[in-house]
């Protein structure tokens, strides 16, 4: 992303388009996905991986982008960070938690999923109900949503 500008161009990428069952064409055509990011800037590295997005970036521009769309049909909430400004309150107690709950989301159009990124392998092998319950639903969504 940061050689190339383009989000996603990447093997966090790889997977996450893995999971929806779409092509880089259909990813990337504005008309099918809208990426937003949770900040527009690189905060750098943490211990754990990347740092958290900074805060006041969300705030300025965040809610102003997402009413610019106003067709949105399902949103995924990716990773922890997305978690806690979509759900606020209503996530649970972790990140496994909330998407382990993922039919909780289902009437407001929310879909919280784990990263996609290389980084958690280990959370991937250590949950693989994910894969057999989750991926498989949001494949169907996706694809009820393009022949739409």
């Known amino acids: 992303?940061?050689?190339?500008?383009?989000?996603?161009?990447?093997?966090?990428?790889?997977?996450?388009?893995?999971?929806?069952?779409?092509t880089?064409?259909?990813?990337?055509?504005?008309?099918?996905?809208?990426?937003?990011?949770m900040g527009?800037?690189?905060?750098?590295?943490?211990?754990g991986g990347d740092a958290p997005p900074r805060p006041e970036c969300a705030l300025k521009w965040r809610n102003k982008l997402l009413d610019k769309l106003p067709n949105v049909q399902m949103t995924l909430v990716l990773g922890q960070y997305a978690q806690e400004w979509h759900l606020r309150r209503d996530r649970q107690a972790s990140l496994t938690e909330t998407v382990r709950?993922?039919?909780?989301?289902?009437?407001?159009?929310?879909?919280?999923?784990?990263?996609?990124?290389?980084r958690n392998v280990r959370w991937f092998a250590a949950n693989p109900w994910f894969d057999a319950e989750v991926v498989p639903v949001l494949r169907k969504r996706v694809r009820k949503l393009l022949a739409a």
């Open 1 to 22: 992303m940061h050689e190339t500008g383009i989000p996603f161009n990447d093997p966090s990428g790889d997977r996450l388009r893995q999971w929806l069952g779409v």
């Open 24 to 37: 880089r064409e259909q990813f990337y055509d504005p008309k099918l996905f809208a990426l937003v990011p």
């Open 40 to 47: 527009f800037c690189f905060p750098g590295t943490g211990s």
């Open 101 to 118: 709950a993922w039919r909780d989301y289902e009437a407001r159009g929310i879909l919280p999923l784990p990263h996609p990124s290389p």
